[in-house]
Nanobody, 126 residues
Framework: QVDLVESGGGLVQPGGSLRLSCAASGDTFSRMGWFRQAPGKERQFVAAMIWTTGTTYYTDSVKGRFTISKDNAKNTVYLQMNNLKPEDTAVYYC?????????????????????WGQGTQVTVSS
């Protein structure tokens, strides 16, 4: 069992920045990811990181604006979000996977993560 606790959401104006944090505890995991879900829409992939190698993956809409990073000592993953847009508004979830096999496709698939945080609201509005 991996417990994930998120923090850092809030209300920000377009063009602003936020940093989300997700602290993990419990069993080991191979990778962590960030997903988001807007009202009436499916949960979508945002970014992921392979824990051992630090390899990162992003969805195209956030490349150059969002950065996923980690602190090994704190077992925490971060999502730095810059130049936020109204379309980034959603509930953001961190996730962890205990599977030690992956591909560049599977890291983007919500079904391959078996642990989830509680979610944190990000609202981008003027």
């Amino acid at each position: 069992q991996v417990d994930l606790v998120e923090s850092g959401g809030g209300l920000v104006q377009p063009g602003g920045s936020l940093r989300l944090s997700c602290a993990a505890s419990g069993d080991t995991f191979s990778r962590m990811g960030w997903f988001r879900q807007a009202p009436g829409k499916e949960r979508q992939f945002v970014a992921a990181m392979i824990w051992t190698t630090g390899t990162t993956y992003y969805t195209d809409s956030v490349k150059g604006r969002f950065t996923i990073s980690k602190d090994n000592a704190k077992n925490t993953v971060y999502l730095q979000m810059n130049n936020l847009k109204p379309e980034d508004t959603a509930v953001y979830y961190c996730a962890a996977s205990s599977s030690y096999t992956w591909t560049s496709t599977s890291v983007r698939d919500v079904r391959t993560y078996n642990y989830w945080g509680q979610g944190t609201q990000v609202t981008v509005s003027s």
